[in-house]
């Protein structure tokens, strides 16, 4: 399958009728590899000391461009074969990154960039130069790098003027708008001078199952992490190992098949579950279980079973919020409300999530507001009509899970799912045959 680098377009006409299910489910699906496995697996075997191999990488526009974005670095990454291979290079400039709208790429590249030995111009879709970047930029001037933001303080376009080495030491930062700012400036840390120590400043830190990823796979790959102060890490310099790996499926892609099994009723199956996972889909089952779900991983496959009724909750998903818009889809089917807090950082992702679920939901007859710092959704009678995207692969497949219980839902510009789903699609009606 090619998939499309370019910006998600913007259309409605030609919007993808979502399925409404005819029966209780009864299905397999399999579900791709992680993108924040992937894209951390990539960046850490181009930094490494020797080749790599990632078997059962993402292949989806998040993905690609990562890896476009370190070829253009000077390392090597072929990804014809089955396996990814990672040969790891001196990093060069001049260099241009195409981010799309990928937040691995923009939030994880700037500081190997730093480590090139020329200027490496960032830039991506009209979506990610809204996107918060500041932490970063600041965060690296204070270990010694130049960078240049001035048309767009804080925001892509920017340039890491790469000077072939960086002394690092100690920084703070405030990530309470997004975990990656902490991952990207981990995941390049060992290849500082002195190392890094990063404190965390801000008043709430998202994501953290995504920084523990971030710290399990440095010390997979030799490098030594201390994370025993909450919200302080000292990565110690030293190198990466070239390793060989095999990245678990994506949990949180496989979150709106498994929510279906609660809305339609039935079985739905993933194999390939990992028994423990730093990925935040590790908390789906007991999530849908608090939903209505009965759960059970059975070897390596988790089952979801519904009796196509769905229970309102009150979730506090500051350690998941990718999986917020699927969640948010659900309960707007389910039989009572729900409240979702702890996401006010959702305002920063592909789009405004807040205000897109807010606005999405509406639109079809629901009612959802928007809080301080999540959403409150009281389900109503939905109807059809076409749900807007706005760039973002989860509100696409939110739409769909809409749709699955409401006859007339369209979805806008589905193709946005290959961001990191490019099969989004045909995996839907697979699910349904
Ligand atoms: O590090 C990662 O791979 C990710 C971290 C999270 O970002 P935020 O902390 O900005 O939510 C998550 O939402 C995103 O999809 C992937
Ligand atoms: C927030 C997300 O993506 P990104 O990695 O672009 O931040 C997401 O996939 O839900």
């Known amino acids: 399958m090619t998939i499309d680098l370019a910006p998600a377009a913007d259309l409605v006409d030609d ?14 699906v399999e579900v791709p590899g992680s993108k924040s496995l992937t894209n951390r697996y990539l960046v850490l075997a181009a930094l490494a000391d020797s080749p790599g191999r990632l078997r059962g990488a993402l292949r989806s526009r998040d993905t690609l461009l990562m890896a476009q974005a370190l070829r253009g670095l000077g390392v090597r990454v072929d990804d014809d074969g089955q396996d990814w291979v990672v040969d790891p290079a001196r990093l060069r400039g001049p260099a241009e990154i195409d981010c799309g709208l990928a937040g691995t790429v923009m939030r994880f590249v700037p500081p190997v960039a730093a480590l090139a030995d020329g200027p490496v111009r960032f830039d991506g879709d009209e979506g990610a130069r809204v996107r918060p970047m500041a932490p970063v930029l600041d965060a690296l001037r204070a270990l010694g790098v130049r960078v240049d933001d001035h048309a767009t303080p804080g925001f892509l376009p920017f340039t890491v003027e790469g000077a072939g080495s960086v002394r690092g030491g100690e920084v ?22 002195r190392g890094l120590t990063l404190r965390h400043t801000g008043p709430t830190l998202p994501s953290l199952p995504h920084i523990e990823m971030t710290v399990a796979l440095l010390r997979a790959a030799g490098v030594a992490v201390d994370d025993s102060t909450p919200a302080v ?36 199956r993933v194999p390939g579950w990992p028994a423990s996972t730093t990925q935040p889909g590790g908390l789906l089952p007991g999530i849908l279980e608090q939903m209505g779900a009965t759960t059970s991983l059975d070897g390596d496959v988790l089952t979801v079973h519904g009796a196509g009724a769905v229970r309102g909750v009150d979730l506090d998903l500051h350690a998941a919020g990718e999986i917020a818009p699927t969640i948010a889809a659900l309960a707007a089917l ?16 592909e789009t405004d999530r807040l205000a897109a679920l807010s606005a999405e939901i509406t ?5 959802a507001e928007e809080t301080a710092d999540g959403l409150v959704i009281t389900p109503r009678p939905l109807h059809g009509g076409t749900v807007r995207t706005y760039a973002d692969h989860r509100m696409a497949t939110a739409g769909a899970l809409l749709g699955l219980a409401t006859p007339g839902v369209r979805v806008q510009d589905v193709a946005t799912t290959a961001k990191t789903l490019p099969d989004f699609v045909g995996m839907w009606e697979g699910m349904l045959a």
Do not use: K, M, Y
Request: glycine share 12%.
């Open 233 to 268: 890490w000292r990565v110690e310099p030293g190198a990466i190992a070239g390793r060989d790996v095999r990245v678990e499926p994506d949990l949180s892609n496989a979150a709106p098949f498994l929510c279906a099994a609660l809305v339609v009723g039935g079985t739905v």
């Open 334 to 349: 389910a039989d009572s409300p729900t409240r979702l807090r702890g996401i006010a950082h959702l305002r920063g992702h």
């Open 172 to 193: 703070e930062v405030d990530a309470s708008g997004s975990s990656q700012f902490v991952s990207g400036l981990l995941l390049a840390g060992c290849r500082f001078e």
């Open 15 to 28: 919007a993808w009728e979502a399925p409404t299910a005819r029966g209780p489910l009864d299905a397999t």
């Open 363 to 367: 639109r079809l007859g629901g009612q």
